[in-house]
């Protein structure tokens, strides 16, 4: 096997224990991509995507569920359980099938990207939609696995949190040091709290002559750490990160205060605006949430905050082909002629 998982490189660093059951998917050691024409743009010195999207269900979930599923298989477990926007439903159905494990999964009725869905009926999960949203579902969650002999796997479950870490883990590796700014998209709080956690400890180690600002970015429509109150009825275009009561929302600001970074909101337009640079000037097709960073950069730098000289790393959360939807329904253009050369000629202006 080429790569060889969070579970075997970071022995150390995890909770892993004699008894833990060692797997991987390849999970891990995703590409940190450093994209030239948004530095421009941004004015900054170097500005880098972390490809969460190239883990095997395509998005950052697989660092916490990974270790998350070997605890609950050591502990004896035989059913998982999660609510959520899709992400963390399609990485736990893949890890507990790939470990023998059921999972069931409480998502939102309508709200969840069809690739997402595709992944959850594909690896076999029990899939309950319920009419509500995500924070509904996730209280749910919460009740019935303390009921039953069930384990929750969402970013409550520590072990999740743990596994995400590995993320800047890989950073500070790769670069040498940690960056001067972190920017990440915040929903339910869990990466932010990880990736402090793995900063923090990685400097502990010696590895990093400091640590990030921690700069989090909400939805406008979702935005309650920004606003300081559950928001009841959240909407965004990015519906991962439609979430108005976020699990970890005192361990995220105290990510942001301890680090000197900030959490705040962008609107679905710039978020949308951000989608579409990506793909269109950095080669990177992202789904909307992982756009979020990329919007609240150019929001602050647009505001007259200057980065120059600045290292920045956004993390880029999930795979774009995770939601065809939002990408095909904004299509500017196509072009539909009969299959003929002189007609395609012209209508290209080649010559
Ligand atoms: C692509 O899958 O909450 O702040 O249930 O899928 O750790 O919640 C997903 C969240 C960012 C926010 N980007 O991370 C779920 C879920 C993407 C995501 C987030 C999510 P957290």
């Known amino acids: 096997m080429s790569k060889k998982g969070l579970l075997y490189k970071y022995p150390q660093n995890l909770p892993i224990t004699a008894k833990t059951p060692l797997f991987t998917l390849g999970e891990g050691d995703t590409p940190l991509v450093r994209a030239p024409l948004l530095e421009k743009v941004v004015g900054c010195q170097e500005l880098y995507f972390k490809l969460e999207g190239c883990n095997p269900t395509g998005s950052f979930k697989d660092r916490g569920m990974v270790m998350a599923i070997a605890k609950a298989k050591e502990a004896g477990s035989k059913v998982v359980m999660c609510a959520s926007t899709g992400n963390t439903s399609a990485s736990a159905a893949a890890y507990a099938s790939s470990q023998g494990l059921e999972t069931i999964i409480l998502i939102p009725e309508g709200k969840i990207a069809l690739g997402k869905m595709a992944q959850a009926i594909m690896h076999g999960a029990k899939i309950v939609s319920i009419d509500g949203n995500f924070d509904q579902a996730l209280n749910m969650v919460r009740q019935l696995t303390s009921r039953y002999p069930v384990t929750l796997v969402n970013s409550l479950n520590p072990y999740r949190i743990e596994g995400q870490k590995t993320g800047a883990f890989e950073i500070i590796e790769v670069l040498g040091d940690a960056p001067d700014f972190l920017f990440i998209p915040v929903g339910n709080a869990g990466n932010i709290t990880a990736y402090w956690k793995g900063f923090t400890e990685y400097h502990k180690l010696g590895k990093a002559t400091h640590t990030p600002k921690m700069m989090g970015f909400q939805a406008a429509g979702a935005a309650p750490i920004v606003l300081g109150k559950p928001v ?37 337009d710039e978020i ?5 640079m990506l793909a269109s000037m950095a080669g990177l097709f992202v789904e909307p949430a992982s756009a979020a960073p990329l919007a609240g950069l150019l929001k602050l730098a647009r505001n007259g905050h200057s980065f120059a000289g600045n290292r920045i790393v956004c993390i880029a959360t999930g795979n774009g082909l995770k939601d065809p939807d939002n990408a095909v329904k904004s299509a500017p253009m196509i072009t539909k002629l009969p299959a003929d050369l002189s007609a395609i000629e012209e209508a290209l202006r080649l010559g």
Request: aromatic fraction near 4%; glycine fraction near 8%.
């Open 232 to 268: 009841e009825k959240p909407e965004t275009i990015a519906t991962a990160i439609r979430i108005g009561n976020p699990a970890s929302w005192q361990k995220a600001t105290a990510a942001r205060d301890e680090s000197g970074g900030l959490i705040d909101m962008v609107t679905d």
């Open 272 to 276: 949308l605006e951000a989608y579409h």
